[in-house]
Every structure is written in structure tokens, then in C-alpha cells.
């Protein structure tokens, strides 16, 4: 084969490749789920850095980059707003499920560690990088925000809804 063959079949069959997997239809729903039961937060402050660091994840209010229809980037970015959608979703909070009530009592510390935001998304989104007062402000938010959750693994009270009064959560839980 020749050295010209060689390089065109080298460089073609990528682009080939590149070309016929767009045509693979996962990763492209960028479809908005209806709103649930929102997180009721501490402070606006709190919510802004919230939205600012973690809603396109872990939000049905994701702000899909163009890059995000294009496989197969798509996949990894659809597979990790899934998951994260999963785990705990600000925009569908379900204090009953577990396992979001788990990581709702965890979410501060994620971020204390540097887990959340990954820092890939940082790097694609510098925006959502939490430094100084940001970081420190975020994580005392999350703590105030879900203080019903903290080390209960997700058993036991429930934390508070938007539109749901402190009071009416502690009758209803003796």
C-alpha cells in the first residue's frame, strides 16, 4: 500500500467513523421534564451559586452546549446529567427517595472536597468555578439548605420543599 493510501485511509476512516456515529440517536434528548417540587434555599445567594455551579447537572434546567449533540461527546455529557439528575435534582426534589435525601445531606461536603463541580465541567465552564467566599458561601448554604439530611443517610426527617411551611413538616413528624 502506499504511503498516500496509507495517510488518506488514516485520517478518512476517522472522520468516517465521526460522521456515521451522529447518526446514533442517543444523547440528543435535550427535552426540559416538567418541574417538580423545587428546593426551598437558605438565601438567593445560595440558590445564584447553586445554578451557577451545579443546575446544568443536576437540574431539569440544563443549559445544553452545542457540543452536546455531538456524538460522541453527547453520550458522556446525556449519561452524566442522568446520573446526576438521579442522585439529587434541585428542580424534582424528592425527600422521599433515599438516596437524593443522601445526597442532599452530603452535598456540602462534595463540594468542600472539590468532588462537585467535576472538573472537567469546570473546565468547559469556568462560571461554575467556586474559589474563596464563593465556595465558602455555596457550602454554608447547602449545610443551612439541608440541614435535615446531614448524617441521616436519608432516613428520618424529611427536608423542607419550596411552598412547604417548617412548622406544618414538624406536626406532621411527631
Given at each position: ?30 427535552a426540559r ?69 443522601e445526597?442532599?445531606?452530603e ?7 472539590g ?25 454554608a ?10 448524617g ?23
Amino acid at each position: 500500500m502506499s504511503r498516500s493510501r496509507a495517510l488518506l485511509i488514516g485520517i478518512g476512516a476517522p472522520i468516517l467513523v465521526l460522521f456515521a456515529i451522529q447518526f446514533v440517536p442517543y444523547g440528543r434528548d435535550h427535552a426540559r421534564p416538567p418541574a417538580q417540587v423545587r428546593v426551598a434555599w437558605d438565601s438567593p445567594r445560595t440558590e445564584e451559586l447553586v445554578r451557577r455551579a451545579c443546575f446544568d447537572c443536576h437540574s431539569n434546567e440544563t443549559r445544553w452546549p452545542w457540543y452536546a449533540s455531538m456524538a460522541p461527546i453527547s453520550w458522556r455529557i446525556q449519561t452524566d446529567v442522568n446520573l446526576a439528575r438521579r442522585k439529587l435534582d434541585f428542580t424534582a426534589f424528592d425527600a422521599g427517595n433515599e438516596k437524593m435525601a443522601e445526597a442532599a445531606g452530603e452535598a456540602a461536603e462534595t463540594v468542600t472536597r472539590g468532588d462537585m463541580p467535576p472538573q472537567d465541567y469546570v473546565l468547559m465552564h469556568p462560571d461554575a468555578r467556586l474559589i474563596g467566599v464563593d465556595k465558602q458561601a455555596l457550602v454554608a448554604g447547602l449545610e443551612a439548605t439541608f440541614a435535615a439530611f446531614a448524617g441521616r443517610g436519608g432516613g428520618g426527617e424529611r427536608g423542607r420543599s419550596e411552598g412547604e411551611r417548617p412548622e406544618s413538616r414538624e406536626r406532621s413528624h411527631p
